[in-house]
């Protein structure tokens, strides 16, 4: 969808940059279109619903909404939440992405906390669950945070 988006939006400064002489004659300059990120502001924005249960702290467990551009909903750190899922598509991380099969985990338990991760994030589908059965998966864990809880 991207790519058709893109190819889309040239297609629309050419046409526009053709006839950007004539209408500049008649009626002044025309205004600068918008960047291609604003165009579907929609599709960057991230709802995601967080349900935690396991954690021995009452008030770490439930569901929360996440809503990010701009942040909201009843995450109690919804901006600190959604400046760490900024933080790392910015380094060109994928926060939901599953431990790969061939991981070398070490085989420490983390506690029986589990979140399940559902909705949208930057326009994409997300539907994953994050638990502390293993080196590997409480590293991933507490790569979210805070938007999942600090647990021990």
Same mark, same amino acid.
């Given at each position: 969808m991207l790519r058709r988006l893109a190819l889309t939006a040239v297609a629309s400064l050419a046409a526009l940059s053709a006839a950007a002489p @004539? @209408? /500049? @004659? @008649? /009626?002044?300059p025309l205004p600068l279109p918008l960047p291609l990120h604003l165009l579907h502001a929609d599709d960057a924005r991230?709802?995601?619903? =967080? /349900? =935690?249960s396991g954690t021995g702290d009452p008030a770490a467990e439930g569901v929360f909404e996440l809503k990010c551009? $701009?942040?909201g909903g009843s995450h109690p750190a919804a901006q600190r939440a959604c400046d760490r899922l900024e933080e790392l598509a910015g380094e060109g991380a994928d926060p939901f992405a599953p431990v790969p099969g061939d991981a070398m985990c070490t085989q420490q338990f983390g506690g029986p906390a589990t979140a399940r991760v559902t909705g949208t994030w930057r326009g994409r589908g997300i539907d994953t669950v994050f638990d502390r059965t293993n080196g590997c998966a409480?590293? #991933?864990? !507490?790569?979210? #945070?805070?938007?999942? $809880? !600090?647990? #021990?």
């Open positions: @004539a @209408a /500049t @004659a @008649a /009626t002044g991230t709802r995601l619903t =967080v /349900t =935690v551009g $701009p942040a409480i590293s #991933r864990w !507490n790569g979210l #945070r805070p938007m999942l $809880p !600090n647990v #021990r």
